[in-house]
């Protein structure tokens, strides 16, 4: 899979609210989790994507991911989307439930 790989210790933050942003991170090891004074926490584990937000109209992030346990992230630019979706279509649709499942819970600015 494309992109730099993150690692993120037991208590730090992925991005934080508010954080620029611009690209997806797809979780491949450990667990994490979403907050945001707007949202309940959301439970992250392997194979969980975040972020996804960031490639449809990148700006500040709406929520902070912050590791539960030592986790690894691999970032997905635009360009690599492009070229994930070209040869696993699929991956796209999971992109899009993903962002719409969380949509609602993001604060309009």
């Known amino acids: ?3 730099k790989i993150h690692h993120v210790p ?33 439970p992250l584990g392997p194979g969980a994507i ?3 937000l960031g490639l449809v109209a990148p700006g500040p992030r709406p929520a902070t991911v912050k590791a539960r346990q030592d986790c ?11 070229d994930i ?6 991956f796209a649709l999971e992109v899009m439930r993903s962002l719409a ?3 609602p819970a993001t604060p309009q600015g």
């Open 85 to 90: 979706v070209r040869d696993n279509p699929a």
């Open 50 to 52: 975040v972020g996804e």
């Open 10 to 42: 037991a208590g730090c933050a992925l991005f934080e609210e508010g954080d620029a942003g611009d690209t997806l991170y797809i979780l491949t090891h450990g667990s994490a989790e979403i907050s945001s004074p707007a949202r309940a926490v959301e």
């Open 72 to 82: 690894e992230f691999v970032a997905v630019d635009a360009r690599s989307f492009q």
């Open 1 to 3: 899979m494309p992109g």
């Open 101 to 103: 499942r969380r949509l």
